[in-house]
Nanobody
């Protein structure tokens, strides 16, 4: 399985971005896909997660400001982010977490990531 992200970039505070994660290959149908991020000098933190049945989970860091969705036909997971803040600046990546506790930064598979920079 290979995960490939796109959609990052430079955005002003208050702006929006859509991140895309294309899943190449066939992960286990029960595997969730999560979005996580890592800012320079900081630990990895998960942002959102979704299962194939559409159930979604959000961490407190961006809850209310992001929406995760999945297109099972196109094997793509999207994350729409709005009202972005400078502290959201990080490399965002999608991953298949090894454990159901998404706080544990261990992954069976992860993408290379896409840079999101929020700055005026």
């Amino acid at each position: 399985v290979q995960l490939v992200e796109s959609g990052g970039g430079l955005v002003q505070p208050g702006g929006s971005l859509r991140l895309s994660c294309v899943i190449h290959g066939t992960p286990y149908s029960s595997s969730p896909i999560i979005w996580a991020r890592q800012a320079p000098g900081k630990e990895i933190e998960w942002v959102s997660g979704i299962y194939r049945d559409g159930s979604t989970y959000y961490n407190h860091n961006m809850k209310g400001r992001c929406t995760i969705s999945i297109n099972n036909t196109q094997n793509t997971v999207l994350m729409d982010m709005n009202n972005l803040k400078p502290e959201d600046t990080a490399v965002y990546f999608c991953a298949i977490p090894r454990y159901t506790d998404f706080d544990v930064p261990r992954y069976d598979c992860r993408g290379q990531g896409t840079q999101v920079t929020v700055s005026s």
